[in-house]
């Protein structure tokens, strides 16, 4: 049997756990609401909040966002499409973590998410044969990089971010981002005409800090026909590899200095009429090169 002193010394060897200690603690409600409208149609309301972390290590010192989400969306039967509402809170470490809101956002959305990078994504559903519409945020200040649709890239499945184009082995990286938007889209395409021309599409050329140039495409459409519009990222000095939306400037490799880096690649748009147009726009100098852009006839480019 143990003397009371073993009990004591075995005590006293014992290590001693740390408790835990809870340094930020929130919560959201979901729900849901069924009722009949003033039509008799009914309305389905859905409220549903989620938390997501987002993990940046593309900086000298690690950051970590915590981002609130809550999407009201509403619907009716026998009626397409739905009406949604997102607002986003995004906090990190301040004195203690996440007691700091570094930014907040709140759009018509059906969906939000962290790109695993430097970006955060929504998406506005498109409706009656309109094509999804997407907008890129740099998750650290929620800023508006570029807006974009869902006939941007050649990925298979969904489209999830605009064209990314990264300089490789420059830390803590060196990237630039085009957005297309088209006439298609659910939002975020200004409809103009100018000498005879339609506006097409809008490109924008971004970094992390936003947008560096907007250029607009116009063209001539025959009468009685849509236009639909398609695009993608175009390796012009051949040691350039692509991804999905994703280009890596191995002809850049290594190179700090932007104007310099960006270039070798260009920006490919398809416009489907009663036939189909090629508008290629090269990147020089980290800007669209516009003067030497491959344009067909009645076509034209102004940069904003």
């Given at each position: 049997?143990?003397?009371?002193?073993?009990?004591?010394?075995a005590l006293v060897l014992m290590p001693i756990a740390a408790s835990a200690q809870t340094t930020y603690q929130d919560q959201g409600r979901s729900s849901v609401s069924?009722?009949?409208?003033?039509?008799?149609q009914t309305e389905i309301t859905t409220t549903n909040v989620n938390f997501e972390v987002a993990r940046l290590y593309s900086s000298e010192v690690p950051e970590t966002f915590l981002l609130k989400k809550t999407?009201?969306?509403?619907?009716?039967?026998?009626?397409?499409?739905?009406?949604?509402?997102?607002?986003?809170?995004?906090?990190?470490?301040?004195?203690?973590?996440?007691?700091?809101?570094?930014?907040?956002?709140?759009?018509?959305?059906?969906?939000a998410s962290f790109d695993g990078q430097d970006l955060y994504l929504t998406r506005l559903d498109g409706c009656c044969g309109t094509a999804a519409a997407y907008r890129a945020y740099n998750i650290r200040n929620g800023k508006l990089i570029a807006a974009y649709d869902g006939n941007q890239g050649t990925a298979e499945g969904a489209?999830?971010?605009?064209?990314?184009?990264?300089?490789?082995?420059?830390?803590?990286?060196?990237?630039r981002f085009i957005g297309v938007i088209s006439?298609?889209?659910?939002?975020?395409?200004?409809?103009?005409?100018?000498n005879g021309q339609t506006k097409l599409a809008t490109l924008t050329y971004a970094s992390l800090d936003g947008a560096l140039q907007i250029v607009d495409v116009y063209g001539i459409v025959p009468e009685g026909w849509g236009v639909s519009t398609s695009s993608e990222i175009v390796d012009l000095a051949g040691r350039n590899e692509g991804y999905a939306n994703r280009l890596t400037l191995w002809s850049s490799d290594s190179i700090t200095d932007p104007v310099q880096a960006f270039a070798g690649f260009g920006i490919k748009l398809t416009?489907?009429?009663?036939?189909s147009q090629d508008v290629l726009i090269p990147v020089k100098n980290d800007r669209l090169n516009v003067n030497a852009a491959t344009l067909p006839t009645g076509y034209s480019l102004v940069i904003r």
């Amino acid at each position: 049997m143990k003397t009371v002193l073993q009990v004591l010394a075995a005590l006293v060897l014992m290590p001693i756990a740390a408790s835990a200690q809870t340094t930020y603690q929130d919560q959201g409600r979901s729900s849901v609401s069924i009722k009949k409208n003033a039509d008799g149609q009914t309305e389905i309301t859905t409220t549903n909040v989620n938390f997501e972390v987002a993990r940046l290590y593309s900086s000298e010192v690690p950051e970590t966002f915590l981002l609130k989400k809550t999407l009201t969306e509403t619907s009716f039967d026998n009626v397409d499409g739905s009406t949604s509402k997102l607002t986003v809170e995004a906090r990190t470490a301040g004195r203690s973590d996440f007691d700091r809101i570094a930014w907040t956002l709140k759009e018509d959305a059906h969906g939000a998410s962290f790109d695993g990078q430097d970006l955060y994504l929504t998406r506005l559903d498109g409706c009656c044969g309109t094509a999804a519409a997407y907008r890129a945020y740099n998750i650290r200040n929620g800023k508006l990089i570029a807006a974009y649709d869902g006939n941007q890239g050649t990925a298979e499945g969904a489209v999830t971010t605009p064209f990314v184009i990264e300089v490789p082995n420059v830390y803590p990286g060196l990237k630039r981002f085009i957005g297309v938007i088209s006439g298609d889209a659910a939002r975020d395409f200004e409809a103009a005409d100018r000498n005879g021309q339609t506006k097409l599409a809008t490109l924008t050329y971004a970094s992390l800090d936003g947008a560096l140039q907007i250029v607009d495409v116009y063209g001539i459409v025959p009468e009685g026909w849509g236009v639909s519009t398609s695009s993608e990222i175009v390796d012009l000095a051949g040691r350039n590899e692509g991804y999905a939306n994703r280009l890596t400037l191995w002809s850049s490799d290594s190179i700090t200095d932007p104007v310099q880096a960006f270039a070798g690649f260009g920006i490919k748009l398809t416009f489907s009429t009663e036939d189909s147009q090629d508008v290629l726009i090269p990147v020089k100098n980290d800007r669209l090169n516009v003067n030497a852009a491959t344009l067909p006839t009645g076509y034209s480019l102004v940069i904003r």
